[in-house]
C-alpha cells in the first residue's frame, strides 16, 4: 500500500493501480498526484467552503454517488463545516471543508473525481458570494458556448458587473458572478433567473431558460 504525507498527517492510498479513467489510462495513483500537484491553485476554490463529494468508486465509467454527509470513518483531522438542514431525523449536516492539501488528497484517494464547492463560505453560510450560469450546449458545440458567453459578459457590462469563465469537462462552462454576499440564496437565484430571462428575451432563437429538455 502507498503511504503518502501532507501537512503531517498519512494517507494510505487504496487500490492506487485502479484504472479510474480507462481511455486515458489514468489511474488512482495518477489522479492523487495530479491533486497534489495543483493543491496549491485548487484549495483557495475550495477552503472554507461546505464540499459536496461527487465519488466515482469504480471509475468515471461506473457507478457514482454524491456525499453531503461526512462519513463517520473519516479521520478526526479533516476539518467540517455544519449546515442547518430540512430532513428528517437530522437537523444538521457535516459536510468536509477542503482547507488543507491532506484532505483534498483523503477525499480523492476515497474516489471524489469531483468536489462541488457551496456558492457561500463557512462564515455567512446563507449569503452566497457568488452565482453561477451553467452553459450546456447541445451536441457538445463550443462555439455556442463562446457565443452564450459573449452575451452575457455584454450584459454585464450594461449592469457593470464581473463575471469569469470557467471550462466545464469537455464541453461546457461556468459563468462565476462575484456576489457581495449581503443577499440571501433566494434572493440571488431570482436574480439570476431574472438575468437569464433578459438574455433570453433578447435572443430566443438561442437561448431558453427551460431545464427540462422535452420543453427546449
Known sequence: M???????????LSNPGKVLFPAEGINKKDMVEYYR???????????????????????????N???????????????????????????????VNCNSEATLLYIANQGTITPHVWLSRKESIEHPDKMIY????????????????GDFRRLFEELELNVFAMTTG?????????????????ESRRFARDLAGILAG?????YTTETLK???
Open 2 to 12: 502507498t503511504t503518502l504525507k501532507a501537512d503531517g498527517h498519512q494517507i494510505e
Open 37 to 63: 500537484k495543483i493543491s496549491a491553485w485548487m484549495l483557495p476554490w475550495l477552503e472554507n467552503r461546505p464540499v459536496m463529494l461527487h465519488r466515482y468508486p469504480d471509475g468515471i465509467e461506473g457507478k
Open 65 to 95: 454517488f454524491y456525499q453531503k454527509q461526512e462519513p463517520e470513518y473519516f479521520p478526526g483531522w479533516i476539518d467540517t463545516i455544519r449546515v442547518k438542514v430540512k430532513k428528517r431525523g437530522q437537523d444538521i449536516q457535516e459536510y
Open 134 to 149: 451553467d452553459l450546456d450546449p447541445p451536441d457538445g458545440d463550443f462555439s455556442i458556448v463562446r457565443e452564450c458567453a
Open 170 to 186: 469537455s464541453k461546457g462552462a461556468h459563468l462565476v458572478v462575484p456576489l457581495d454576499g449581503k443577499t440571501g440564496f433566494g
Open 202 to 206: 433578447r435572443h430566443p432563437d438561442r
Open 214 to 216: 422535452k420543453k427546449q
